[in-house]
């Protein structure tokens, strides 16, 4: 029904119709003809955990899906590329630097932008009998064994402190097939996370993600300057101190060391909502990520949430599909992405 | 033999550390050597050193390699052979072990240079106003002498800053994370930070590495020190260069060290009734602030690091049941562990003289009182938001038992600090700013 449409020309051979004949096809079987689609097995394996013991081992699957060559796939017949567009909101508006936005929050809080930037991995189809099929990422300055960075900010404006480049998409490949859906993970996973900045390659370079006294990423970082109140503004002539900026910076917490190896050999709360977006069209549909939504019950003027206060973090984490007492997966409870 | 070599063909490699110029470090056969160590020594081409010391090319000069399979060996002559690859040869005195060097970002001396050019260069901030030596000062050993530190934005820290005399040794870094345990890891949080923001190079790593281009002393330093990289200005050179410099930050001069080489008027009868005291059950402050770096948590070559002891020091107890008041919680806040509550990493006592206020908020201005905290076995806080008796904290180290100290007693314990004090770490011209 929601067939995707292959965006590539080269790849006319009929997708669009493609829908009963061609789901047989698809998943396991055909996945084993590829290389991302065998590490496609193994996350399908391990989807359904959440918790310490899952995080472990989510990183060593996606770490199957770094497959040698992989940025010279051929785009054969059977062999689909696909491209999932995102589009940044503020409630009903467009998200962009140079723009203020009213109402944010519990406290009605104006805002202007500072960051915002996500991390996206274990991006996979959904077929219509609810196969998954993890994509295979095209590796590239935004996108690198299997994780891909949506960057929304663009150094102008109150986002002074950012990169003018952005992105808002994942570029991949699917084995051919009908699709009427998506899920990914936020974040990065466990096996790429804990490695050093430094060294690392894009997008998990970008120091503006990483939270060194952490030892990891951040895997969402949504961060805007608060306007303080007209009737407050009266008085200082001016020179006033920097506005305030609320920050909502999520990543994995709890996690534990081993000085005698060295780095995280742990975390308690991996922090990575997953979004199962069903139906969803890749070639008409794009991903709405709402900060809005998000932030809905947040106080604008005073939380910062880095993922370790309850306070300031429990409700943006609800609105996640996280619960940030016990680090459980929650999707029900997600506001952040919807289709359009 | 090769720092011997080294020496002689005028590589900086020898001259580098460690005043004490004790042969064979790592060879138990020579722990006679103790005491003797370094006291002869006559060349001067680097700089006298307080004591008569000096550093260089004495035929007495240290051995050993930084784990690379160079064997320490005696003063014999021979002719240097020439080193493919350039190995680091400590020369450390004989009490004191080979700190742990990665693999992967083996110690040079053009490196080390490099390390101390950009460890005193305030382009590593975004806004030009602070270098790394801005909250470690080498004469306060490396820290800043505030209560907590402030970050190049006017940003207020709510730690202490550390002193980075023998950090190459510690088996964790910062105050209390046992994730950080190397160097160069540790080095991407002050630049890159946000939680406080301290050098604020978030993001900013291009803006960084086109400044450093644009300074003509650079090129030759960075291609010295990574002659292998096509182009040697990238993040990684300098963290790796920034680590390599704090490694070589070696303090072992101190009058109470020594007294443990066996110099019997090093130490004066004060001094040395309080070394004793601190030694003792009754005061319990050895086994924490424990061996050659008076630090427990402390790796090296031939010791890996088995545990990361953290320890509740009874500082807090807001809530009765052990509470520390945020952000400083300890490795709480990073494993949310609640036995972690409060736990903190043990300092070095090296140049404790020169490093207060002290504990990991700076809450205890002198010396005198962190006996006094100790002595009650827990700090008491009797009004205002942290009000709380650290004594009877749930949480509290089982060392935090307490003691009764008389008048001069007291006095003996602080002179002992006071003869921690390494002057020549201090002063070293190694470890300055080299900029003009």
């Not at chain 1, 109140?229 to 917490?253: I, K, M, N, Q, R």
């Not at chain 1, 993922?307 to 599909?321: M, N, Q």
């Not at chain 2, 007693?409 to 004090?421: I, M, Y």
Request: aromatic content about 8%.
């Amino acid at each position: 029904m929601f067939a995707m449409s292959a965006l590539a020309a080269s790849v006319a051979s009929g997708c669009g119709d493609d829908d009963a004949s061609g789901a047989p096809s698809l998943g396991n079987e055909a996945g084993a003809a590829h290389s991302a689609g065998a590490a496609a097995d193994e996350m399908a394996g391990g989807n359904g955990g959440n918790g310490a013991a899952a995080s472990a081992g989510e990183g060593g699957a996606d770490a199957g899906n770094a497959g040698a060559g992989a940025a010279g796939t051929p785009i054969t017949p059977d062999v689909l590329p696909i491209t999932l567009r995102f589009a940044p909101r503020v409630g009903g508006e467009d998200f962009a630097c140079s723009s203020r936005y009213s109402d944010m929050g519990s406290s009605s809080a104006t805002v202007r932008p500072v960051d915002f930037k996500f991390y996206v991995h274990d991006l996979r189809v959904v077929a219509e009998d609810g196969t998954e099929t993890l994509v295979h990422l095209i590796p590239s300055a935004w996108q690198n064994e299997g994780v891909a960075l949506l960057d929304f900010e663009d150094q102008s404006g109150s986002c002074a402190n950012g990169t003018e480049a952005t992105n808002s998409e994942i570029v991949g490949t699917v084995p051919f097939g009908s699709y009427s859906g998506i899920a990914f993970k936020l974040g990065v996973p466990f096996d790429l996370n804990h490695t050093n900045a430094d060294a690392a390659e894009a997008p998990l370079n970008d120091t503006t993600m990483y939270w060194g006294w952490n030892l990891g990423r951040l895997f969402l970082s949504v961060m805007n300057e608060v306007e303080e109140d007209a009737g407050a503004e009266g008085g200082a002539g001016g020179a006033t101190a920097a506005p305030f900026v609320s920050v909502l910076h999520l990543g994995s917490t709890g996690c534990q060391g081993d000085a005698a190896v060295g780095g995280v050999s742990s975390c308690a709360k991996p922090n990575r909502p997953e979004f199962r977006l069903v139906p969803f069209d890749l070639g008409s549909n794009v991903v709405v990520a709402d900060i809005k939504a998000v932030l809905e019950h947040s106080d604008l003027t005073r939380d910062l949430c880095h993922s370790f206060s309850a306070e300031a973090c429990s409700w943006p984490f609800d609105h996640l599909g996280l619960n940030w007492f016990t680090g459980s997966l929650t999707p029900s409870t997600q506001r952040f992405f919807r289709v359009e | 033999m090769l720092s011997r070599c080294m020496s002689s063909i005028g590589v900086l490699l020898v001259v580098l550390l460690a005043p004490s110029a004790g042969c064979g470090q790592r060879d138990p056969e020579n722990e006679s050597d103790r005491g003797q160590a370094g006291e002869g020594d006559q060349q001067s081409e680097s700089g006298a050193h307080q004591g008569g010391r000096t550093i260089g090319s004495g035929g007495r000069a240290g051995s050993g390699g930084a784990g690379a399979g160079v064997a320490g060996s005696d003063a014999s002559g021979g002719e240097p052979p020439i080193p493919t690859a350039p190995t680091y040869a400590w020369d450390l005195p004989s009490d004191f072990p080979t700190p742990v060097v990665p693999e992967d970002n083996p110690l040079s001396e053009a490196k080390i240079e490099l390390g101390r050019h950009l460890f005193y260069d305030k382009r590593l901030s975004l806004s030009e106003t602070q270098s790394c030596a801005s909250c470690h000062e080498q004469a306060l050993a490396f820290t800043d002498g505030r209560v907590t530190s402030l970050g190049s934005t006017a940003q207020a820290h709510p730690r202490n800053a550390m002193s980075l005399a023998n950090v190459g040794y510690a088996a964790t870094l910062t105050w209390a994370n046992p994730l950080l345990t190397s160097l160069e890891a540790q080095a991407l949080v002050p630049m890159f930070g946000t939680e406080p923001v301290e050098l604020g190079l978030n993001g900013q790593e291009q803006e960084l590495l086109s400044r450093l281009r644009s300074v003509s002393a650079y090129a030759p330093l960075f291609e010295a020190a990574y002659p292998e990289r096509e182009d040697p200005f990238t993040l990684t050179s300098v963290v790796q260069a920034l680590a390599s410099f704090q490694r070589v930050l070696i303090s072992s001069n101190s009058r109470y060290d020594r007294h443990l080489r066996g110099d019997a008027t090093a130490l004066t009868a004060s001094e040395k009734r309080g070394a004793a005291l601190f030694g003792s059950e009754r005061l319990e402050c050895f086994h924490c602030h424990s061996g050659f770096n008076l630090q427990d948590a402390v790796r090296f070559e031939g010791k890996p690091a088995t545990a990361t002891p953290f320890h509740n020091t009874a500082l807090y107890n807001i809530d009765g049941r052990g509470a520390y008041p945020e952000p400083n919680t300890g490795v709480y806040a990073l494993t949310q562990n609640a036995r972690d509550m409060g736990r903190f990493r043990v300092p070095t006592l090296r140049n404790i003289a020169v490093t207060g206020p002290y504990m990991h908020d700076g809450s205890i201005a002198s010396l005198s009182e962190v006996l006094d905290h100790y002595a009650a076995g827990g700090r008491s806080i009797t009004e205002g938001d942290y009000a709380g008796d650290g004594s009877k904290s749930p949480l509290k180290s089982p060392f935090l038992v307490g003691f009764e100290i008389t008048a001069t007693e007291r006095e003996d314990v602080l002179a002992f600090f006071e003869s921690l004090t390494d002057t020549d770490f201090l002063t070293d011209p190694r470890f300055a700013n080299p900029w003009p």
